[in-house]
């Protein structure tokens, strides 16, 4: 048996952790900028820092007992953060991620019975067609394929996605370049404003956000003629009215239920957030792996493989172990939503395992970082390189539940965890079982936090239709085994 050589670790484009703390006014750029770059060399080797950022104690938390404690064990004395909610309450105002206290428990206790195992087949199949209907965009008679920025079109092929499963395709769009209004809406209205950071009042205006009002207008009356019309369908006949997420919503409305505003709020916390962030990781899961042949192999082989035996795609997060692995590993290393804030309501305090006390003040904001967790050198051996065998069964099990954070943990874990997997497995197995996408010299893409983890400058790949191999099994290289290559 031959042995493929080893490929050279690939380190995908990240800031270099900062050397030399920054002075006030660097903050303040560096945070206008890109938060990411922000981060010195113990944000990514210590287990805990609490400093100040303009007179406000803070305490970044990278060890997993003290992000548990946080989250989860005593998850009732942390809020949400007050910079994080001058940022996203604007856009989202009482949506599911901005929502506390009793509304929240009303928006969750609403939306999870459509999260649940019963509706997943269902999800599935639409995933697969829509999946299959965005393949026509790669379609062409050139030899060298096509360029398209992987980028926008997973912006667009997750938006088809959610408007078939969750709305049946029922949300009332205009014409127009959907991916460029999330971009301007996230630009302009999901940043950090100076005055987020000195926790000027609300009624202060945001010069920064003042760009991104219109498009949110859009947005928002996207979904008003959204509802409109459902309840138009759901009072002239209420049983041809799709079993979904919009009518479900719609049948809670009332004065012991949500509220129109609260369920206008949730539905564009979808729109324009719930997609988001599964189009960034599947963006930044293809440039990946176009660097990484034996990766792509291993999953070019298991997707023909499982496609092949007519498999039912509800199945596919499970019998696709490669696919799902190479997933995981871009949450890791470009995490959806890079950082989660909280602040504390009273007095705590935390013993970690060491014996040492941490104090947390009341009114300390504690940051847990997935950007610094998920490439920290206390968690993770060679934590800058891109390696998928990290979440290969066997493997995954070891990672500790606060050490991978990519879809939060606690009360709050996201609500769309599961669906938000399948969906990624389900579109990555159906693209790559046609078409290879590749990097070129123009491929330079720079992560950069507005909310979710952004590519600066796109990610444009080169698309080309798959050549058939003669002997798949053999070219798996290291990363799949087969029955030609089992003892």
Request: with cysteine; charged share 25%; glycine share 6%.
């Amino acid at each position: 048996m031959t042995t493929r050589p080893q490929i050279a670790d690939f380190e995908p484009p990240a800031p270099l952790p900062r050397t030399i703390p920054p002075g006030r006014l660097e903050i303040i750029r560096t945070v206008l900028r890109n938060p990411l770059e922000l981060w010195g060399l113990p944000s990514y080797t210590w287990p805990w820092i609490e400093t100040r950022f303009f007179g406000q104690t803070t305490l970044i938390a990278n060890d997993p007992g003290l992000i548990r404690h946080v989250l989860v064990d005593n998850a009732a004395n942390y809020e949400m953060s007050e910079v994080r909610q001058l940022v996203l309450r604007p856009i989202l105002r009482d949506g599911l991620l901005t929502a506390e206290g009793p509304v929240w428990k009303r928006s969750r206790k609403a939306m999870a019975p459509v999260f649940t195992p019963r509706h997943a087949r269902g999800f599935a199949l639409q995933m697969r067609q829509q999946s299959e209907d965005f393949l026509s965009r790669y379609e062409t008679d050139e030899p060298a394929g096509v360029m398209r920025d992987i980028a926008v079109d997973m912006t667009e092929l997750t938006y088809d996605i959610l408007s078939a499963t969750l709305f049946s395709d029922g949300i009332v769009s205009e014409q127009g370049d959907f991916a460029k209004d999330v971009e301007d809406l996230l630009h302009n209205m999901g940043r950090v404003d100076p005055f987020d950071l000195l926790k000027a009042p609300k009624w202060v205006p945001r010069l920064t956000r003042i760009r991104g009002q219109k498009v949110l207008r859009k947005f928002r009356q996207l979904v008003r003629n959204t509802m409109d019309q459902r309840r138009a369908l759901m009072i002239a006949d209420r049983n041809t009215a799709p079993n979904d997420f919009l009518t479900l919503l719609l049948d809670l409305e009332g004065p012991d239920g949500l509220s129109g505003e609260e369920i206008e709020d949730n539905i564009l916390t979808f729109i324009g957030a719930g997609h988001e962030t599964t189009a960034r990781a599947l963006a930044w899961t293809f440039y990946c792996v176009a660097h990484c042949p034996d990766v792509r192999i291993a999953m070019e082989v298991e997707i023909d493989r499982v496609i092949a035996s007519g498999a039912d795609p509800v199945d596919w997060l499970e019998q696709m172990p490669h696919v799902r692995a190479a997933f995981e590993e871009a949450m890791r290393l470009y995490p959806p939503a890079p950082s989660i804030n909280r602040d504390a309501i009273e007095d705590d305090s935390y013993t970690a395992a060491s014996g040492e006390v941490i104090e947390i003040t009341q009114g300390t904001t504690v940051l847990v970082m997935p950007w610094t967790l998920h490439r920290h050198e206390l968690y993770w051996d060679k934590p800058r390189v891109f390696d998928p065998t990290r979440f290969m069964p066997g493997a995954r099990e070891k990672i500790g539940r606060f050490q991978y954070l990519p879809f939060g943990a606690g009360p709050r874990v996201c609500i769309g965890a599961t669906f938000a997997l399948q969906e990624a497995v389900i579109a990555l197995a159906v693209l790559m079982h046609r078409f290879r996408f590749d990097v070129t010299p123009e491929t330079n893409p720079w992560p950069v936090q507005k909310l979710t983890t952004q590519p600066a400058g796109g990610i444009p790949m080169r698309i080309t239709r798959r050549k058939a191999r003669n002997n798949p099994a053999s070219d798996a290289g290291p990363l799949v085994q087969t029955e030609a290559t089992m003892p």
